[in-house]
T-cell receptor
Framework: GIQVEQSPPDLILQEGANSTLRCNFS?????LQWFHQNPWGQLINLFY???GTKQNGRLSATTVATERYSLLYISSSQTTDSGVYFC???????????FGSGTRLLVRP | KAGVTQTPRYLIKTRGQQVTLSCSPI?????VSWYQQTPGQGLQFLFE???????NKGNFPGRFSGRQFSNSRSEMNVSTLELGDSALYLC????????????FGPGTRLTVT
């Protein structure tokens, strides 16, 4: 099956710093989503981005489908950005999301 | 538009019992998927339902089952609970439009003692 690898596994930043999270996947996908899991466990949609670039405030994402990777950029990080960020993909018109193991981000004041 | 809702939010059960979790999708969404999250295995796909039919199933034992009703609400059932079934169970819904974007509910945290 498709493999999804996220890096780095852990990241500690000072408030105001920028960061880049990476997601590599092993096969062609028709869905790629980035999520932020809040402290209560809910997955918050950040981006639906099977290809191309999108921006939403301080967050942006780029997926290069031909090279099978996606990047999530967080600029001017805030303590509220802390949590776990997941990349998830699906193949072949399927709704079966395969998740990476996540990047745990801690932003210190 | 209201988001995906899941009930109950927290549940404590004893080994050997069974449990039923409920999920109401976003209004108009007809696909509902279930996922299990544990510290050891991460987030894993359980199954997906559309129009009351299971279309896709993950690699879980037969103790895990689900169904979908005509109003798109879904339930999942776990029989003969084991300690390892303790997990956060997440439900997601999708609109089956041109995109495959899924939206998640707040989850049900199940503890098996």
């Amino acid at each position: 099956g498709i493999q999804v690898e996220q890096s780095p596994p852990d990241l500690i930043l000072q408030e105001g710093a920028n960061s880049t999270l990476r997601c590599n996947f092993s096969d062609s996908v028709n869905n790629l989503q980035w999520f932020h899991q809040n402290p209560w466990g809910q997955l918050i949609n950040l981006f639906y981005i099977p290809s191309g670039t999108k921006q939403n405030g301080r967050l942006s994402a780029t997926t290069v489908a031909t090279e099978r990777y996606s990047l999530l950029y967080i600029s001017s990080s805030q303590t509220t950005d802390s949590g776990v960020y997941f990349c998830a993909v699906a193949m072949d018109s399927s709704y079966k999301l395969i998740f990476g193991s996540g990047t745990r981000l801690l932003v210190r004041p | 538009k209201a988001g995906v809702t899941q009930t109950p939010r927290y549940l404590i059960k004893t080994r050997g019992q069974q449990v039923t979790l409920s999920c109401s999708p976003i209004s108009g969404h007809r696909s509902v998927s279930w996922y299990q999250q544990t510290p050891g295995q991460g987030l894993q796909f359980l199954f997906e339902y559309f129009s009351e039919t299971q279309r896709n199933k993950g690699n879980f034992p037969g103790r895990f089952s689900g169904r979908q009703f005509s109003n798109s609400r879904s339930e999942m059932n776990v029989s003969t609970l084991e300690l390892g079934d303790s997990a956060l169970y997440l439900c997601a819904s999708s609109a089956l439009s041109a995109t495959y974007e899924q939206y998640f509910g707040p989850g049900t945290r199940l503890t098996v003692t």
